[in-house]
């Protein structure tokens, strides 16, 4: 079906309304795939005892590699990892990604 119909009770409009609200997000999309990380950023994941500042553009991975960092220092620990945010969107996001 490609929406292109008439009805008195179903536009096109509202056809593409659903469409839009019902189409599953990217990050949906791409949750449960294998991430093939960069080389800078295959560095960056190895969990070591040490405090490091990583910076970078909107859209890089700099959450992507702070959730596969956090699962891997909790591998090489045994022990719980604390993650600060300033903001409960970005915890419920690192949150999905650590899942």
Same mark, same amino acid.
């Given at each position: ?5 008439? #009805? $008195? !009770?179903?536009?096109?409009? &509202? !056809?593409?309304?659903? +469409?839009? !609200?019902?189409?599953?997000?990217? /990050? @949906? %999309? =791409?949750?449960?795939h294998?991430?093939?990380? #960069?080389? +800078?950023?295959? *560095? %960056?994941?190895?969990? =070591? ?10 859209? #890089? ?6 959730? *596969?960092?956090?699962?891997?220092? /909790? ?6 990892? %604390?993650? @600060?945010t300033?903001? $409960?969107? &970005? +915890?419920? !996001? ?6």
């Open positions: 079906m490609d929406g292109n119909f008439t #009805s $008195i !009770y179903f536009s096109n409009d &509202l !056809y593409h309304s659903f +469409k839009r !609200y019902l189409k599953p997000t990217l /990050h @949906l %999309l =791409e949750d449960g294998k991430i093939n990380y #960069s080389q +800078k950023q295959r *560095e %960056l994941i190895v969990s =070591e005892a040490r405090m490091q500042r990583v910076k970078g553009v909107v859209g #890089s991975g700099k959450t992507t590699v702070l959730a *596969e960092r956090a699962v891997n220092a /909790h591998l090489r620990t045994g022990r719980r990892v %604390l993650i @600060l300033f903001n $409960i969107t &970005l +915890k419920n !996001y690192i949150h999905d990604k650590i899942r």
